[in-house]
């Protein structure tokens, strides 16, 4: 695959718009907070100091309070909707008012492992440091206004929050959302794509609905947390922040900090995470916490347990019995949806399609569990997927098509980082 990762390379160099990377040119046209940090990844394969670079981007961004914002909107664009104007956050740069999956963690204790591991310790220590303050008021964000009912777990207000923007575990918890209000809007994705890898407009005016909540809410997190219609336990953010909260402690070490804070955060996590185990469907899943309804998917992201650290047998081998059913019934894995679900979608977006990034984490967690061949399918599967078909946004996991945009910078980096396996 030497091709293949010249043009990784090259994608990421031509998605470079000079301090941080666009997910994709035309359909995503700014920063994107969960797309960076990967793409850090992928630049660390070859360019160091960029690395880090896309990193600091994102935390220029960040919100007093220790916010860090899912878009970052460095400069114009009206290929995108909703752009700053909708958002108004009033802040300089415009950002969005929601977050995103806090993954940064994890991949800065990565990037500093690595540099450490070329003897590069004493030039990037101080920016070690200073992203570690960020990382940490970020995770305290989480902490403070993200876990109402204290079960360990991170709440999301927003489906875009979640990163998996129309998986079907929102479409129970999003009923509630009133859309009679929302108003004439032009989208700009359905310009740029086949509409039929989108969501739907029911999916987009509720997507608007919440950005209007939380605008005419002046984006206070606190009173939104209070009154938001969409609150929804999220197992991929859940399982996610508990991973990054152990590479953040592992950071805290390295670096000769306090981590009092962070193992405290683990702690009410892995003590309150069974409250996304599905007793009766036997996984992982979201929770609606305005109803306490599990949403009873089987999705890409109930296999981030692995990732997260938890080492549960029992429910670990439900697991794996759902990913040997799903693994007998694909040709890629992972599908976004269960495939024996009647609402898959092979191409729509999160109700089917293979997501490289998530892949990553999968692949990780099970390797780290001792899962080896389990972990080398997703892996090969994945990178089968780039070398036959490209650098799609998605990939469908039936037959290997691309979904969404091409070029796309997350599955360069994902290539590039997962050149061996580890
Ligand atoms: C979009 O606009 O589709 C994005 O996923 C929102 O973050």
Redesign the pocket.
Known sequence: MTQDFNTARAILEANDRGGYTVPNGR??PFQ?NWDSAFVALGFDTFDRDRAWIEIESLFRAQWPGGFVP??VFWQEDEG???GPGVWDSGRTPPT?GIT?PPVAATIVRKLWESALAAGQADAYQARAEALFDGLLAWHRWFADHRDPGGHGVVVAMHP?ET?R?NSPEWDAPGESIDVSNVGDYVRR?TGHLDAKM??TKLEYDR?LALVQFGRAAGWDHPAIARSNPFQVADVGMSMILLRANRDLLALAQALGRDGDEIAAWIARAEAGIHYLWDGERRTWCSRDLRTGRSSGYVTSASFLSFYAGLRDPQSDEAMLAHFDRIAGRVRYMVPSLDPDDPGFQMIRYWRGPVWAVVNWMIGHGLAEAGHRARAERVRSDTLALIRDTGFYEAFSPLDGSGSGGDDFSWTAAIALAWQTPG
């Open positions: 359909v995503y994107w899912h878009i995108y909707f909703p969005s995103q875009w990163g923007d994705d989108r969501p997507y």
